[in-house]
């Protein structure tokens, strides 16, 4: 069993009564508990260093006389920094999926093959033909939207998005495996214009690994399409590997959010950390369930919550 972050730090709560000031020696172990738990909740060595480092920070020199226990003031520190790693300290606009362009706006979709990428890709095309979207906390309304797949080698990832677009009543554009990512692109492009969409939806390619090639095509895609969204679909269950896909998704793309998936998973959340530091972009929404509706809107508060235990 884990042993989650509050059960920790409740431990050395105890132990911290009757102190005035928050210390480097009376806050070492509970900082010890925090390093280790973050660790159990898969955030990456590198982000947890850094991430302790600005707990203590924060915490040393501050004066808790008035707070029922030091310890709580230093479990308050903690929560408060969580939530603002994990963007709480960029407002809740960061969130939305930013459409505002003349249409179609172009969401591209990255992430490795498994990541969840043709199954967010249906749970957008819901969540936006049905109206869901915000913008500015306010719902935007229906939208018109269209789904293309560019992955060429596998037939069956193109069955796939056709069997999603069906099940949530979007428009598919049938791409043929003879063409070329980047003929896929243009045309669907040039298609979503013609028949006035508000948005297209390019799902790509993923592979098990990285690659370099690609890397090439999707920036490739990325430079036809020029997409107002470029989302990492990433799994949640992947756990440290996340932050080296991140990473190199991160150098190789413009992103501007990412997804996390699979939350429903018994992961602790600790790659959205991880995710979040490696490539300073927001989190959108998570995948919560392999049903079409189980994607959620991302909250710092709820993920932080859920690293704490
Ligand atoms: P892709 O290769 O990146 O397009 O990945 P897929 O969309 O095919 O998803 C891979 C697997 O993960 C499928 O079995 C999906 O049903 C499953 N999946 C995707 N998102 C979620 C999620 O949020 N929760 C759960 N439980 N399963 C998911």
Same mark, same amino acid.
């Given at each position: 069993?884990?042993d989650?972050?509050?059960?920790?730090?409740?431990?050395?709560?105890?132990?911290?009564?009757?102190?005035a000031?928050?210390t480097?020696?009376?806050?070492?172990?509970?900082?010890?508990?925090v390093?280790?738990?973050l660790?159990?909740?898969?955030?990456?060595?590198?982000?947890?260093? @850094?991430?302790?480092a600005?707990?203590?920070?924060?915490?040393?020199?501050?004066?808790?006389?008035?707070?029922?226990?030091p310890?709580?003031?230093?479990?308050?520190?903690?929560?408060?920094?969580?939530?603002?790693?994990?963007?709480g300290?960029?407002?809740e606009?960061?969130s939305?999926?930013?459409?505002?362009?003349?249409?179609?706006?172009?969401?591209?979709?990255?992430?490795l093959?498994?990541?969840?990428?043709?199954?967010?890709t249906?749970?957008?095309?819901?969540?936006?033909?049905?109206?869901?979207?915000?913008?500015?906390?306010?719902?935007?309304?229906?939208?018109?939207?269209?789904?293309?797949s560019a992955?060429?080698y596998?037939?069956?990832?193109?069955?796939?998005?056709?069997?999603?677009?069906e099940?949530?009543?979007?428009?598919?554009?049938?791409?043929?495996?003879?063409?070329?990512?980047?003929?896929?692109?243009?045309?669907?492009?040039?298609?979503a214009?013609?028949?006035?969409?508000?948005?297209?939806?390019?799902?790509?390619a993923?592979?098990?690994?990285?690659?370099?090639?690609?890397?090439?095509?999707?920036?490739?895609?990325?430079?036809?399409?020029?997409?107002?969204?470029?989302l990492?679909?990433?799994?949640a269950?992947?756990?440290?590997?996340?932050?080296?896909v991140?990473?190199a998704?991160?150098?190789?793309?413009?992103?501007?959010?990412?997804?996390?998936?699979?939350? @429903?998973?018994?992961?602790?959340?600790?790659?959205?950390?991880?995710?979040?530091?490696?490539?300073?972009?927001?989190?959108?929404?998570?995948?919560?369930?392999?049903?079409?509706?189980?994607?959620?809107?991302?909250h710092?508060?709820?993920?932080?919550?859920?690293?704490?235990?």
């Amino acid at each position: 069993m884990l042993d989650n972050l509050t059960q920790r730090l409740s431990r050395v709560v105890k132990t911290m009564r009757g102190e005035a000031r928050l210390t480097e020696a009376n806050t070492q172990d509970m900082l010890r508990e925090v390093r280790m738990a973050l660790l159990e909740a898969d955030v990456s060595l590198p982000v947890v260093r @850094d991430f302790v480092a600005k707990v203590k920070e924060r915490a040393l020199g501050q004066d808790v006389a008035g707070s029922l226990n030091p310890g709580q003031a230093l479990v308050g520190v903690v929560h408060k920094e969580l939530t603002a790693l994990m963007g709480g300290d960029l407002g809740e606009e960061a969130s939305e999926l930013s459409l505002a362009t003349q249409p179609p706006a172009v969401i591209l979709m990255a992430g490795l093959q498994g990541a969840g990428k043709t199954t967010t890709t249906g749970k957008l095309a819901k969540w936006l033909s049905e109206g869901a979207h915000t913008q500015g906390g306010r719902k935007t309304g229906k939208k018109k939207v269209l789904v293309v797949s560019a992955d060429v080698y596998r037939p069956a990832a193109i069955e796939q998005l056709r069997t999603v677009a069906e099940q949530v009543k979007v428009d598919f554009l049938p791409t043929d495996t003879s063409q070329k990512p980047e003929q896929i692109a243009t045309a669907a492009l040039d298609h979503a214009k013609r028949h006035h969409y508000d948005v297209l939806i390019v799902d790509t390619a993923g592979r098990l690994g990285i690659d370099d090639a690609m890397m090439q095509e999707i920036s490739a895609l990325h430079g036809l399409l020029k997409p107002i969204e470029t989302l990492f679909v990433v799994d949640a269950m992947q756990g440290q590997d996340a932050v080296n896909v991140a990473r190199a998704f991160a150098d190789a793309l413009p992103l501007t959010g990412v997804v996390l998936t699979k939350l @429903d998973g018994d992961a602790r959340g600790g790659a959205a950390l991880s995710v979040r530091h490696v490539t300073g972009k927001p989190l959108k929404f998570v995948g919560v369930s392999e049903k079409l509706d189980g994607l959620e809107p991302f909250h710092p508060e709820r993920m932080a919550q859920r690293v704490l235990g």
